[in-house]
Each structure stands twice: as C-alpha cells, then as structure tokens.
C-alpha cells in the first residue's frame, strides 16, 4: 500500500502542477490572439516536454534542493509518510487553486507541504533559515523583477517600432447593416422581420478587428516576423517552465531506490502533460484576458521577459515560480498600457498569499495521519 500510495501522491502533484502551469507560457499568444486555444496548448504542451527533457542534465540544482535536504533531518527526508505529506498538501492547494481559476506557485505549495509536514515530525528542528534564504528570497523578488523587465522590454520594443517607422493598421468594417423590425398584427402578436440599412462603416472592437503592423522586412511581412517571434518566445516560456518545475516534483521520488532520476523526471514530465492538456482551461482565461488586454507586441514583450527571468533561475538552481514571473510580466505590460485589471491582480496576489499556509496546513494533517 505505501509505494501506491507514494506515486500517487507525487503524480498527483505533477498532473496539478500541469494543469495550473502549463499555460502560462502561452497565455500571451491566446490573449493577443495569435493562436487559439487548442494551438496554444498544443504549444505549450512541447515546449513543456521539452524542457523537463532537457532537465535530465541542467536542473540536478533544483533536485538537490526540492528533496528536503537541508530544511528537516535526513531521516525524515526519507521516510514515506514526508513525502506522501508533501506530494498531497502542495497538490489538494494546487489543483483547488486550479478550479477556481487562479494562477498559484506549486513552488510556494511544496514549500508549505514541507514546513508544515516537517514541523509536524520534527518541531522546532526545522531550518527555516533555509526556508528564508534558498527558497523566499528568489520568490518575492521575481515578480517585482518581472513587473521591471516586461514593462521596460515592451518600452524599448516600442521605442525601436516607433524609430523603424513601423507603423499600425486596423481593420475597417464597412457593409449593410441588417436589422430586426417588429410588425404589430392584429391578434395582438408581434412578427419579425428583418430588412437592410443603409450601408454603414465604423472601427469594431479588438476582438472583432485585427491589429496588424505594415511594412516587410527582406520580403517578409512586419507582423508574419512578429507572430513568429511571439509564437517562438511562447515555445521558450514553456520550454524554461518544464526546466524549472519538473525537477521540483521529480525530487519527490527520489526516496525509491529503484528509481533512477531520469525515470523519475520522465514520468513527472508524463503527468504533468497531462494535466496541463486536460485541466487548464479555468486558469488560461485569467492569465490570457482577465489580467490585462495586450495586443501581440505587449504579449511578446511578457513572454521575453518571463522566458529570460526563468531560464537565468533554472540555471543558477533559484527556485523562481513560473507563475510569479509570468504574472508579474503580464501586470508589467498592463501598468504600462493602463490597461491591467486590478481587482484580478489583487484576488490573485491573496491567492499567492493563502498558498504556503494552506499547503502547510494539509501537509501537516496527511503527515499526522500517514504517521500514525
């Protein structure tokens, strides 16, 4: 029962993890409308694999750091019942998260499971310090990082549009405009009939007109190499979160001997695929048209951002949140267009605030109960 009991604890988590986080990448290219839905997944989905791949070799940091080592006695960081505490309190926080729609760190949750299950088994003898200088210090300052480089990308990407004499086209909607006219009749019903207006011309709503740059570059349309690029930097977003992330579940089973770290990090790589394509609907509405409206020069500057900010941590072992950076970008790029959705900001921040206490108020239930 406890080896069952383990895997699906830690693919659990993964298939959470998935769901909340594989769209973050794209989020931009959905919002901006660039791709659809079912392309940007499609997206976000390889690029994900291709990261948690390319963890095999560049990410042992980050698997050092998520077993526990450091933060309670190793003999608790083997035991079953620590990580079945940990695996369950950071996934019941996360996929919660997930179904009402907000964007929450699985880093801040398996940091909550590991405190409060750790504190549980051990009490005081948790480091905390470790806690504070490994783990929080890289979490609170890459959305403030974030909110930095994406608003000053999207500036320096618009100062060089401006300098090229790039310019912007919007569609004009022009035609007949038809309308329903109501026909009194005698036994007291209405009939419905429709007939032609004059013909009329106005500018739509973004969502209905299409914002697009003129000009070619070597024979290549400004906006074709835009959507490319922004299509590509979505691709480097994923392909840094599944370098980030997937490592940080892979820890987890590590207590099995039989299973080697690329085994582990291949299967959490499988679960979190998953979730992503079947579970993140809720939280790519938030990220993609809840945060701020952008059109696909504001998105590409938040994907950059994002993407630069989470490779740089992967590779320096900082456990940054994907979805720190990733909002941070976003709330960057909306200050500077005056066009983020505050309230949205704020509901997600408290979210982002309740994520460590609750994860460590589950992991310290399961683990008491596991224990025993």
């Not at 750790?118 to 905390?128: H, I, K, M, P």
């Not at 480089?149 to 999207?154: E, F, T």
């Not at 001997?257 to 939280?283: E, N, Q």
């Amino acid at each position: 029962m406890t080896i069952p009991l383990l895997l699906f604890a830690v693919f659990f988590l993964a298939y959470s993890n998935g769901a909340n986080d594989n769209f973050k990448g794209v989020a931009s290219l959905y919002g901006s409308g660039t791709l659809s839905y079912r392309s940007a997944l499609i997206w976000a989905t390889a690029g994900t694999l291709a990261g948690s791949m390319a963890a095999m070799g560049f990410a042992q940091a980050l698997l050092r750091t998520f077993s526990g080592k450091g933060l309670v006695p190793d003999h608790i960081v083997g035991s079953w019942a620590f990580v079945a505490a940990v695996a369950l309190g950071a996934a019941s926080t996360v996929i919660l998260a997930t179904v009402t729609g907000f964007p929450v760190s699985t880093t801040h949750a398996l940091m909550g499971a590991m405190v409060g299950s750790g504190w549980v088994a051990v009490g005081s003898a948790v480091e905390l310090r470790v806690l504070g200088t490994k783990i929080l210090l890289p979490l609170l300052l890459s959305p403030l990082l974030a909110v930095l480089l994406g608003a000053g990308l999207y500036l320096l990407f618009r100062w060089s549009r401006v300098r090229m004499k790039i310019t912007k086209e919007w569609c004009f909607c022009v035609g007949e405009e038809e309308r329903t006219v109501a026909i009194p009749l005698p036994s007291s019903v209405l009939a419905l009939r429709a007939e032609s207006a004059a013909w009329t011309a106005r500018i739509d709503q973004q969502q209905q007109c299409v914002e697009r740059y003129t000009g070619a570059f070597w024979g290549i349309g400004y906006q074709k190499i835009m959507d490319s690029v922004h299509i590509f930097s979505g691709g480097v977003v994923s392909f840094a979160r599944g370098l980030n992330d997937t490592p940080k579940i892979a820890a987890l089973l590590l207590v099995f001997p039989a299973l080697h770290a690329r085994s582990s990090l291949l299967l959490v790589a499988a679960a979190i695929a998953v979730g992503g394509v079947l579970s993140a609907r809720r939280v790519a509405e938030t990220m993609s048209r809840k945060i701020t409206g952008m059109n696909r020069g504001q998105g590409l500057s938040a994907n950059f951002a994002t993407g630069l900010l989470v490779i740089a941590a992967s590779l320096f072992g900082l456990p940054v949140s994907t979805t720190h950076v990733s909002v941070g970008s976003l709330f960057g790029i909306g200050m500077t267009s005056n066009r983020a959705n505050y309230r949205v900001i704020r509901d997600v921040l408290l979210s982002w605030v309740l994520t460590l206490p609750c994860a460590a108020l589950i992991g310290a239930l399961v683990y008491g109960l596991v224990s025993r």
